[in-house]
């Protein structure tokens, strides 16, 4: 089962001209996007930009300095996927520029973006084409999670507004096509900026990749802007999708084979690559369908309303707990659980009922739904992890 890794061991050496921009490159620029390339890669009110392989050096140059580096990212391969991308001639002359890393609490907002020109022979961007934009995903902190959260009552988010604003203004910057891309929010971001950016600027998208990214409220996705880019989206989502099933779509998934299961599958390390495509499967695993049918009735039954103060009371919870980031919450599970028990019982007796009731709700849905696990496996031609 061949990665991303294999793929760069394969078509490494062969730069764009060579070998045009494929599906596997859109995952690879897409994990690229979670580094954290502040005071490296130029800021989008910079003409200038700066190639992949002098950007890792100094990138290594602070992870291991004295002081050291934040790392936004909380991919365990990200360090080996840096060093590889540095050395590759596909990869290494590619220049970023246009960076933006942005995390405001208040405003509850986590947003992250830069831009990549391919074969750049010189170190300016202006009048070059082959530009691709680059959405990031959720990051590791609880307001970036609360943010995707909100997706589900609000028809926009902060990140979606920056994600049309920088669109913008990167696209008067560039010349020429542009193609965009994202990985989990950032790929909602992607369809997002695209569909509501100006008739001006939509006319010059080729492409918008988005992986495993939730969908959208019913309002966006019927919208003229949305009807306009929805033939130049290519979706992926893995097997056992849960973040790519959350909300409505209103266009095409292609189905992707990981080496993980369940939630791991949102990986784009683990998702299986061919010489210059993904690898396809053919139907969505059972445990993905019973996921997202248990999720929209529970979502469909709750209003607005309803949403939000579940969504603001969990993450008041949260935070009463010191639970900062998801990353916490995996590596110190039982402290963070801990924690987060403890501080139930300090939250006033309204919003403790309504969290004991909303998620009586989920539970419901998920037991109304459990039939959609006992289909035949053998029907999908997948067993019960969802491999073929």
């Not at 973040?243 to 390390?269: R, T």
Request: hydrophobic share 40%.
């Amino acid at each position: 089962m061949a990665n991303i890794f294999d793929y760069l061991a394969w078509r490494g050496d062969l730069d764009f001209n060579i070998s045009p921009f494929n599906p596997v490159d859109n995952i690879i620029f897409s994990q690229l996007s979670y580094l954290t390339l502040d005071d490296i890669v130029p800021c989008i009110d910079d003409n200038n930009g700066i190639s992949i392989d002098l950007a890792i050096r100094q990138y290594n140059e602070k992870l291991h300095s004295p002081e050291g580096i934040q790392l936004t990212s909380f991919f365990k391969d990200d360090p080996k996927l840096i060093n590889a991308l540095a050395l590759s001639r596909r990869f290494g002359k590619c220049f970023l520029f246009g960076y933006v890393n942005h995390i405001d609490t208040n405003r509850e907002i986590q947003f992250a973006a830069l831009s990549i020109h391919i074969n750049a022979a010189k170190d300016s961007i202006i009048k070059e084409n082959n530009n691709y934009i680059i959405y990031r995903g959720t990051d590791s902190s609880i307001i970036g999670w609360k943010e995707n959260f909100n997706m589900s009552f609000k028809n926009e988010i902060p990140a979606q507004i920056e994600a049309v604003e920088y669109l913008e203004r990167m696209a008067s910057k560039i010349n020429g096509p542009l193609h965009i891309c994202g990985h989990s929010k950032g790929g909602n971001l992607a369809i997002y900026a695209a569909a509501n950016c100006s008739k001006k600027v939509q006319n010059r998208i080729v492409e918008i990749f988005s992986n495993d990214a939730p969908g959208f409220n019913k309002n966006i996705i019927s919208s003229s802007g949305f009807k306009a880019i929805k033939d130049r989206i290519r979706s992926f989502v893995p097997q056992e999708s849960v973040i790519g099933m959350i909300l409505e779509h209103g266009y095409e998934n292609k189905i992707i084979k990981s080496s993980q299961n369940g939630l791991m599958q949102h990986d784009l390390y683990s998702w299986e690559v061919a010489y210059n495509d993904l690898v396809y499967a053919d139907k969505m695993a059972i445990s993905s369908k019973y996921i997202s049918n248990t999720l929209r009735e529970w979502m469909d039954n709750l209003d607005n309303s309803g949403k939000e103060q579940f969504i603001d009371a969990m993450y008041h919870v949260l935070n009463s707990a010191d639970v900062k980031s998801v990353y916490e919450l995996e590596v110190s599970w039982f402290p963070s659980a801990c924690r987060i028990i403890k501080s139930l019982g300090n939250i006033d007796v309204p919003t403790q009922k309504l969290i004991r009731k909303i998620i009586a709700e989920l539970l419901r849905s998920a037991g109304k739904h459990i039939d959609t696990l006992l289909i035949n496996n053998e029907e999908l031609g997948i067993n019960n992890l969802g491999k073929k």
